[in-house]
């Protein structure tokens, strides 16, 4: 958490936006394997993980968001790409894999290599 609040304070000082800090911030927490986003989502049942991400600019009220996606390293890039880049505030699913894949959004294979046991990850 220590980290998060580094990185967006760290825009901050620079004079980057807060929407640039807030981004920079969660990316950090999608990095880190021990938080419940990005590399660290809990599996669903079916011991896949599907991510969601949203993301608002406060000063003009633009909007953007995945659901259900699995593939981007960091789901909330792909929503402020949503944001910046489309028509649309929401995308899921396949579309949004498709749209993240135009618009370039980092992609890892896996998340953490981990593997469901039970309710357990290792």
Known sequence: MRRALA?????????GSALDAVTRAVVALEDDP???????????AAATQEMDASVMDGRDHRAG???GIFG??????????????????LLIGEGAIAFCHEQDVAFVE??????AVGRTYL
């Open 7 to 15: 990185a967006g304070r760290n825009v901050l000082a620079a004079g």
């Open 34 to 44: 021990l938080f419940n986003a990005g590399r660290g989502s809990v599996f669903t």
């Open 65 to 67: 968001a995945v659901v």
């Open 72 to 89: 981007p390293r960091n789901p909330v890039l792909a929503a402020r790409a949503v944001m910046e880049y489309s028509d649309h505030v």
């Open 110 to 115: 896996s998340r953490c290599g981990a593997v």
